[in-house]
C-alpha cells in the first residue's frame, strides 16, 4: 500500500482494510508523493519484494506511474478527489493514471479503496 500525501490516507487505509480482511499481509507505506521522491526510494527494496501494489494519490496523479516504472508486479491506481486548482474532484488525476505510459497499472475510479483492495486481494492470493 503507497500512498502519496497524508491527505489520501483514510482512501489507502480502506484499501488496506479490504486486502488485509481477505486475508492478505499488508505493508502501508504512506506520504511517498512524488514531490519529495527520495521518499519513495527509501523503500524500493520493499516495493521489489510485492507481489502486487496499491498505488493511492491525489494532486496529479502521478505516483502509480512512478510506482510501475520501479517494479515488475501489477500496479493498482486510486485517484483520489484530493486537490486543488484543476482537480476537478479526482478527474484530472484519473486521467493522468489512465494515460500512464508505464504499463502494468490498473486503475479503480476515484476515492475506490474499496475497490482497489479487494482487486489486490484477488491479485495477492493468485501468487
Known amino acids: 500500500m503507497v500512498c502519496a500525501g497524508t491527505t489520501d490516507i483514510p482512501v489507502a487505509e480502506e484499501a488496506a482494510l479490504t486486502a488485509y480482511l481477505m486475508g492478505n499481509r499488508i505493508k502501508k507505506i504512506y506520504d511517498v508523493g512524488i514531490a519529495g521522491i527520495h521518499r519513495l526510494l527509501n523503500f524500493k ?36 478527489s484530493i486537490g486543488y486548482g484543476a482537480s476537478f474532484g479526482g478527474l484530472a488525476q484519473l486521467l493522468t493514471m489512465l494515460n500512464s505510459c508505464s504499463p502494468g497499472i490498473c486503475v479503480v475510479n476515484i476515492d475506490n479503496g474499496f475497490g482497489a483492495g479487494y482487486a489486490a486481494g484477488l491479485i495477492n492470493k493468485k501468487k
Open 45 to 80: 527494496k520493499d516495493l521489489l519484494c510485492s507481489n502486487v501494489i496499491v498505488a493511492v494519490a491525489g494532486m496529479e496523479g502521478a505516483l502509480p506511474g512512478v510506482v510501475s516504472s520501479i517494479v515488475e508486479c501489477p500496479v493498482i491506481g486510486v485517484p483520489t
